[in-house]
């Protein structure tokens, strides 16, 4: 059993820059790929990054690859997400997830058993 709880979000204008941060509970982190996704209204939840339990790997979404950033930090049972030169299109709610089986990464929310309650990013032009 994992909870999750996402902090760092707010109002940034656009080129600016947030980190968002996923807390975790449990003792057994270190065994999960950890990936966030956002929802913007009126649209589907879509994947943003993930980074295998390691944190040897990252993989990200073409529209923020270049821009985000994915990290984590095992012995803090903590994971990143430095989002850089942001644009209004990025506006949405952000949640980070933990794969629905140890090790396993994937782009696909179904995927991953445990979600945080998101937090907002919202970019002004």
């Known amino acids: 059993q994992v909870q999750l709880v996402e902090s760092g979000g707010g109002l940034v204008q656009a080129g600016g820059s947030l980190r968002l941060s996923c807390a975790a509970s449990?003792?057994?982190?270190?065994?999960?790929?950890m990936g966030w996704f956002r929802q913007a209204p009126g649209k589907e939840r879509e994947f943003v990054a993930v980074?295998?339990?390691?944190?040897?790997?990252?993989y990200y979404a073409d529209s923020v690859k270049g821009r985000f950033t994915i990290s984590r930090d095992n012995a803090k049972n903590t994971v990143y997400l430095q989002m850089n030169s942001l644009k209004p299109e990025d506006t949405a709610i952000y949640y980070c997830a933990a794969s629905r089986t140890y090790y396993r990464h994937s782009p696909v929310a179904n995927e991953y058993g445990y979600w945080g309650q998101g937090t907002q990013v919202t970019v002004s032009s």
């Open positions: 980074i295998t339990w390691s944190g040897s790997s990252t």
């Open positions: 449990g003792r057994t982190f270190s065994r999960y790929a």
